[in-house]
């Protein structure tokens, strides 16, 4: 089966709920859902030769004068994502069926999801690069929809356009950068950019070049200093916060450095740039999610610190660090995507996402409770969940470090100290909102929460 149906589908599903909305929301639901699974039904069908080591690609000639081609490609990376932006959303358009509430516009709703999880889908199959920054900026612009869904509210518009400034700032970079790896390889056919590392790396355009990929990755996935952005995205319904902020969106960075790193990795300036800007964010997105009282607010920026995680062991470049990075990817977008749905019952069942005016919800909501329990050790990396797993492969790395040479003790000083605020961080989160004593109400809830 050709890759093109693929995103094809998908870009086809933006219409299906507009169609089906007059059926009813139940129908519209499970007819929006039957695209991602068909699409990853597709996917899947790769499978026997992803796992064999191959690669599965198509090109279609498009704009030969710019060297842009309708290039896809699928291997064992694409996988990894593609699986999170389909089986995710599947799941999340499930979920935000029964979220939203009977008045909103839920055909709207889920159009945009299809769309944005089409501009996903074409970011991690893309075989060129220009094809792949189309697909880029097409993910600011479904965000922006996304978050801004609730256009009543002045802190979503504030937060949707500060969204699209600043990732957007960073897709400007991003092709500066793309367009100075076309002039250096002459194409800008992935295969070609990635086999032609070395001729890069001794390029007198190569620091240029990695800075301007680096700001793309960095925005896009929330790095410090570009961190902002993405706790004021939370104004956005529960849904988008789970779907765009721990599986999706601010993955595409991660995904940009570790599809380049064979052509832009290996060298100390890489190494270090990641190091630096990871170890950085890892600490202080941990520090600011322990003072956090929002539900959401503590979640984003424990998503900050998690993805500073994953891009520190990007900049450790080894091998293990690599598979440490990639595999804590998938770990992070299980219990995070969890752990948002969570606070979006909570909230849904409450009236409130502030810790202080929680407590005691264990016996009302006993399933929300265990699943929130689960997820938040995975989180804070307790073992035998995954999250422990990924968090000492990533302190294996710290302290055989060389990087720094005499101050190499710094790198798991602070590796240390943003796993600890996780543990910290994950354990409040959880004590106060279904274990700690319950606020006297100043007025009795309209009805007992419940799952």
Known sequence: MPLLWIPLLTLVGTLVPLLTASRGRLICTIATTAVPVTALALLLSHLPTLLSGGTVSQQLNWIPLLGLDLALRVDGLTLLFALLILGIGSLIIIYAGYYLASSENDARFFSYM?????????????????LLWLFWELT????????GFWGHRSDARRGARMALTVTGAGGLALLAGILLIGHEVGSFALPDVLAAGDQLRQASTYPVIMILVLLAAFTKSAQFPFHFWLPHAMAAPTPVSAYLHSATMVKAGIFLLARLHPALGDTSLWAVSLTLVGLATLVYGAWFALLERDLKGILAFSTVSHLGLVVLLLGLDTPLAIVAALFHILNHALFKATLFMSAGIIDHETGTRDIRRLGGLWSLMPITGTLTLMAGAAMAGFPPFNGFLSKEMLLTKALASELFGGLGSVIPLLVLAGATLSVAYSLRLVYCVFFAAAPQASSPAPHPPHD
Do not use: E, K, Q
């Not at 600011?140 to 978050?147: E, G, R, V």
């Open 140 to 147: 600011s612009i479904a965000s922006f929809l996304l978050i």
């Open 114 to 130: 299809m769309l944005f999880m089409t501009a996903m889908l074409g970011i991690v199959m893309a075989d060129n690069l220009l």
